[in-house]
């Protein structure tokens, strides 16, 4: 395992109301939402926070060093705070930088808060201008793409393909229907998967609205603690056990056209995660997955990467229902990207539902046998991933 | 006290006297509105030279959206997502879906019979609209920039991993695989064969110019011969977007004046 300093957990979850549009506040009071209910699960005050670590979308609402007129919102008067921002795994990354903050020993406890407020800002437009301003940006399309849909139906037959994206697309929006916080909640039905395939307008390729997560306004607070305020605090805090960061800028170009030979960002972290944890089986000794998935494309051909499957194990797992809530193997009870996507929340929002889950404060989508240990991922910018480990048990 | 509630054929009858003008400004277009239910019908919206007229009927709308009378009225009073709708297939959409995007703000919001005051002196919210325009100027430096000349030479130049012999193109400074710097240039193509494909139905502004690209359009991915390893990112002749399959033959258009940029090539397209 990763030699840490000290132990850290986390206390408290905050998230505001996710929506496509929160016109009734502006992004300090969006972000106040947020910081007050984590304050509130952790049972502490802003007087309480050494540290604040902000990130959203570099320029998404075209605001420059937003952390600085969120202040306020945020509890972040006379304390240390740090800008992040790493592209759509930017939560993740506060949460890793949290993590490492309070295990120096420099902080004890230390708040994330990633916010997006999309219908402020234009998303295409940021995304696009992320890629290489000489050759790159000119052919980028935001972050759609019909790529993933075409790659899989290559593979896979398109009938199968899209067939197992479809369950997994309605097996989200069940989740979602749980969770009072999401964006998204369609009440969608299996039965409806022809005509909402039909009806659903294409975007890229075979890659229709249906299948695409949404564009959300919304923040995340998340409160990570030392080992001895988490245990004063807290009576079952969640645990972070490791994380690790991996990307691949350099071969962008290459992977997107499927020609490379190198192992995924999220096959590659997972494994290396595996490895210096003695999992060997993540498949049964992870109880729940809150994985971060732009579209369902994604979202099933990554959880052959993420549990280093072969073949269409993926497939199979999704045809069955094994990733449903009270499935063998729950992915996304919070409802997952799809239904809720403050971008630069979102990861973090993941990292935050497995921690509530590892914590028993779900609610009504927490998932229904004991958490002892749950997985989260960000991903983001060019094939950036990040995956966070959280256990009921204090690592030692 | 009012006699009369809130409906579907009041939202159409108050459309005319709430009308954005900044929004309507430059507009042309016309929006066919089809409403099922006891208390729907049938409307087509046109919005020309800044004005904007209701009428009743379809009249030969360029888009037409159809809704039951609940959701249509939910969608107005604000009770209701338009994009929760649309996704859960309880709005329907046939036609230019595009010219949607342009109509978002043209009318102000729909207020019950009664309340049409109480909204203007309710509304507080203050929305500033901005069109940023920045001039910018990059350095190539010289990889990319040899690259980029050899463009308005009509040649395509990739250069060599002295290590594992994968070709880069557009070149760049080091091999993206084994972390050494790459300094041998070679010609490849200019016609290769189309790997994938991605087409684009759905308009992304185009973020040099603000303005919204036609579509169907294509980005693709060429292996061009003599290239090993690396594909060429372009994009694909949209005409040919019916033929495109992986291993298609490709050349590359050119543009008559070519200056040094990705534009130097118009595109590539399918030879027969």
Known sequence: MKKKNRNVAIIGVGQSRFSSHREDVNQPELIHEAVTEALEMAGLTVDDLDCIVHGNMELFEMVHQPDLWHSLGMGAYGKEVLRITTGGTTGATI??????????????VVVAVGFEKLQEGHTTGGITNMNDPLWGRNLQTGALTGMQAEIMGLEFGPERARNAVMHYRIIMDKHAMLNDKAHRRLGLEFDQIEALTKNSPVLMGEMRMIDMCSQSDGACAVIFASEAVAKKHCAQPAWIKDHITVHREETFSIDTSGMTTQEMTHRYAARKLYERNGIKDPRREIDVFEMYDPSNWWGTDWLREFLLLEGDEHLRMIEKHEIAIDGSFPVNPSGGVIASNPIGATALVRVGEAALQVMGKAGAHQVPRPVNTALASGFGGTLWTVLFLLTREVPH | MTDQEASVKHVFQTMESRVNAEAAAGL???????????????????????????????HDPQVVTTASDQDFLALNLGALDAMTAFSAGRIQVEGNMNLLGPAARLFKKYMPPGMEGVEEQREELIRLNQILSIPQTFSTGPIMGKFLKGLKDKRILANVCPQCGRYQVPPREVCAMCRVRVTEFREIGPEGALTIADIAYYASPDPLTGETRETPYAAAHFMLDGCVGGTFWHEL?????????????????????RTGSINDILHFEIVD
């Open chain 2, 28 to 58: 042309t277009a016309s929006y066919g509105y089809r409403i099922t239910g006891e208390n729907g019908g049938e409307w087509t919206v046109t919005v020309k030279d800044g004005s904007v007229k209701v009428i009743e009927g379809l």
């Open chain 1, 95 to 108: 949460a890793a930088a949290a993590d490492n903050l309070v295990a120096s020993g420099l902080h004890d």
């Open chain 2, 237 to 257: 002749n949209p005409a040919d977007i019916p033929r495109a399959r992986p291993g298609a033959r490709v050349r590359p258009v050119w543009a008559e004046n």
